[in-house]
T-cell receptor, first 114, second 114 residues
Framework: NAGVTQTPKFQVLKTGQSMTLQCAQD?????MSWYRQDPGMGLRLIHY???????DQGEVPNGYNVSRSTTEDFPLRLLSAAPSQTSVYFC?????????????FGEGSWLTVV | AQSVTQLGSHVSVSEGALVLLRCNYS??????LFWYVQYPNQGLQLLLK??????LVKGINGFEAEFKKSETSFHLTKPSAHMSDAAEYFC????????????FGKGNQVVVIP
């Protein structure tokens, strides 16, 4: 049972570099999202998708791009990394809204921008 | 928009004592409410969720939470703390009829004192 898989788990970037955090789920979930976690801030929504080809911005979208070409994959792109993007990133997936459908999280990607 | 408030970023509890983590929510419609736990360097794991069935919800590892509409609260409790309960705990809400966008509280870091 793979669930939600994120790669890489750890990454160090230099300011201005670009990279993509990968997220894949094998549960055929329509809804996928990316959160960032910072100390004392909880988790904040970056971008989300309600199905292949459909994405939208969350609470803190600046500096990040997403696309959803397949149901399974939802990559998060940092086009020009900044130190403020040093954070732990979580990908999540779920079925569409239902009676409190459980949202499943990946194990996180620790990103440091120097 | 829905939101949750968790007071007290760090909570210290003696081993064997009651664990009480408070969560108050704000939502314009009856909410779904969740508690997640995050162990060091790991992802988020669902502890329990409220979906309008019983107001007292039992979760994993001996935790439970009670939904009180009159107090807009969903506090998490465990009668007797174990050392293994040391972790960060997040309360989260999303509204019915929405798109499974979770709003998280800022978290409680629980320290268990031997």
């Amino acid at each position: 049972n793979a669930g939600v898989t994120q790669t890489p788990k750890f990454q160090v970037l230099k300011t201005g570099q670009s990279m993509t955090l990968q997220c894949a789920q094998d549960m055929n979930h329509e809804y996928m999202s990316w959160y960032r976690q910072d100390p004392g801030m909880g988790l904040r929504l970056i971008h989300y998708s309600v199905g292949a080809g459909i994405t939208d911005q969350g609470e803190v979208p600046n500096g990040y791009n997403v696309s959803r070409s397949t149901t399974e994959d939802f990559p998060l792109r940092l086009l020009s990394a900044a130190p403020s993007q040093t954070s732990v990133y979580f990908c999540a997936s779920s079925q569409p809204t239902g009676p409190g459908n459980t949202i499943y999280f990946g194990e996180g990607s620790w990103l440091t921008v120097v | 928009a829905q939101s949750v408030t968790q007071l007290g970023s760090h909570v210290s509890v003696s081993e064997g004592a009651l664990v009480l983590l408070r969560c108050n929510y704000s939502s314009s419609v009856p909410p779904y409410l969740f508690w997640y736990v995050q162990y060091p360097n790991q992802g988020l794991q669902l502890l329990l969720k409220y979906t309008s069935a019983a107001t007292l919800v039992k979760g994993i590892n001996g935790f439970e939470a009670e939904f009180k509409k009159s107090e807009t609260s969903f506090h998490l409790t465990k009668p007797s703390a174990h050392m293994s309960d040391a972790a960060e705990y997040f309360c989260a809400v999303h509204s019915r009829g929405g798109n499974n966008r979770l709003a998280f509280g800022k978290g409680n870091q629980v320290v268990v004192i031997p």
